[in-house]
Antibody, heavy 121, light 110 residues
Framework: EVQLVESGGGLVQPGGSLRLSCAASGFAFSDYAMTWVRQAPGKGLEWVSGIGGGGISTYYADSVKGRFTISRDNSKNTLYLQMNNLRVEDTALYYC??????????????WGQGTLVTVSS | QSVLTQAPSASGTPGQRVTISCSGSSSNIGSNTVNWYQQLPGTAPKLLIYNSNQRPSGVPDRFSGSKSGTSASLAISGLQSDDEADYYCAAWDDNLNGPVFGGGTKLTVL
């Protein structure tokens, strides 16, 4: 069974940084692209970033490009999202999600339970 | 403003059939398959339909998906109170090089 467990969320001031982690189990982690999707309070789903199975190819939504960095450690079955220069509008529940293929080219299939990031002074 | 367009709400009575629509463009639904997710209150999204009309194992056959041109639909037959949730469509977007989502449809079972 696919399990994705996010951690690292919390309260941070505008301009601050956070690093989210997602521990994966139940599948061959390096064989699948991974995605971060966020959901602001009371709002819909917004794609944030994606990474191929090998960790070389990375992709970002325009809203986070230049501020967020996605990475993965396939030896630890863990996905990361380094978030710098955080803004109030980055406040959301951040979901880690598994894709269908090794290449980042499809919407996600399995989702974690999310970790809450609150950006406020 | 979401890239894919969904009606914000839908409703039906127990046992009824309800359809939720999702409208996109040639760069997303028009050229790629569609996923549908169910998000029960306070929980993470769950995959209901992939490849526009395929159900993952464990999803009841009351849920079905279809796609035509730049639009897609999710049909729920034999509506149950447990189906009360938010439903989201998603598709890959060739211009954005990432997945795009609909704004979600809140389904109420009357």
């Amino acid at each position: 069974e696919v399990q994705l467990v996010e951690s690292g969320g919390g309260l941070v001031q505008p301009g601050g940084s956070l690093r989210l982690s997602c521990a994966a189990s139940g599948f061959a982690f390096s064989d699948y692209a991974m995605t971060w999707v966020r959901q602001a309070p009371g709002k819909g789903l917004e794609w944030v970033s994606g990474i191929g199975g090998g960790g070389i190819s990375t992709y970002y939504a325009d809203s986070v490009k230049g501020r967020f960095t996605i990475s993965r450690d396939n030896s630890k079955n863990t996905l990361y999202l380094q978030m710098n220069n955080l803004r109030v509008e980055d406040t959301a529940l951040y979901y880690c999600a598994k894709d269908r293929y090794i290449n980042f080219a499809d919407p996600p299939t399995s989702w974690g339970q999310g970790t809450l990031v609150t950006v406020s002074s | 403003q979401s890239v894919l367009t969904q009606a914000p709400s839908a409703s039906g009575t127990p046992g009824q059939r309800v359809t939720i629509s999702c409208s996109g463009s040639s760069s997303n639904i028009g050229s790629n398959t569609v996923n549908w997710y169910q998000q029960l209150p306070g929980t993470a999204p769950k995959l209901l339909i992939y490849n526009s009309n395929q159900r993952p194992s464990g999803v009841p056959d009351r849920f079905s998906g279809s796609k035509s041109g730049t639009s897609a639909s999710l049909a729920i037959s034999g509506l149950q109170s447990d189906d009360e949730a938010d439903y989201y469509c998603a598709a890959w977007d060739d211009n954005l090089n990432g997945p795009v989502f609909g704004g979600g449809t809140k389904l109420t079972v009357l």
